[in-house]
């Protein structure tokens, strides 16, 4: 039977900038879903800002709920369950700092530069005042909010028991209460990370305990289909209503139980996938380049867009429905061809990381 151990040799070969070492398959796999649900839900949004507008991307956006109840702290998960804590705070901050804000950085800057198609060419005062906008408030929050998330666990993580889940718990709850105040400023994303803190810690603690838990994926799995299903066909007319915590915080100190269930079932459910659907080369590729394709997810699926959106497609719903379909998945081919590239090249992968 396979278990939560079980490793096998890096989708990509060995090469200067990585060398031979062993990979979770299931993690890079689950990771590759949680990319193409990211790209599923940005594809409308991105259209749009090119100046693609249609039925069929209404229809795409009543599903986007479904994922999005558990996508981020899925992730957090799975960077706890994956990142070592037990090294001295300077490294630990260089090493994150190399990994995490260098890439946004450089991509932030790169995304910019491939935008001007879109966008048009602007002054250079504009250009470092946008980017100055972009790296205190307005960038891409989940780096930002995993960052402060992993040193604030750096620190927590050395507590055990209950003081360490008062900790977290007051941390998360203030995260929620905090957003409520639209003047108390979110600085670098820092209620972000209060609030998916538990969750990384979630994963840190799963290390020891993963062969225990792994019983329990199935009926978990099958818990969050059903539930999730419920929820969706209830508040079809009212989506806000499933609870959500990604750039928007929407939880409450009423919703936010519902959100730990639908997160918690939700994870079970993307790794019980990722377990039973085989080393597929797409997602293992996407889940490898995952923190390549969130950073550079804008220009990559307005360039998709354009490609397909703009052939002068039109018709019927369902007509339009099928060509904002061919656009994500056209975003989906052009990153797995991006990061076969992009990972073979030392320079390259040192400074767009990996996660």
Known sequence: MTTLSDTTPSILPPTAAQPAKKRLPYIDTAKGILMICLLYGHMHIYAEMVGYHNEGMKLMQQLVPL???????????????????????????WKNAKTLILPAVVLGIVGSVCDLPFDGVKPPEELLTGLRSWLVDKGPWFVFALFWAKLAYWFVGKLRGVPQILILATLYLAGIALERYTDYPNYLYHRHAMVMLPYLALGAWLKDKAPRVERYLGPAALFFVLSISLQWVLWINHLSFIPIQDYYISLSLKSFPLHIVNALSGTAFVIYIAKHVGNHRLL?????????????????????????????????????????LAAWIVSAVIFYLLIKIVYRNKWLSWMVGKW
Not at 294 to 322: C, H, N, R, W
């Open 284 to 324: 293992l590729t996407m889940g490898y380049g995952s923190l390549f394709v969130y950073l550079f997810d804008e220009p990559v699926q307005k360039g998709a867009a354009q490609i397909v959106l703009g052939s002068g497609i039109s018709g019927s719903t369902a007509t339009m429905l099928l060509a904002d």
């Open 67 to 93: 994922y999005a109840s558990f996508f981020m702290q899925t992730f957090f998960v799975i960077t706890g369950y994956c990142s070592t804590f037990r090294i001295g705070l300077k490294p630990y901050v």
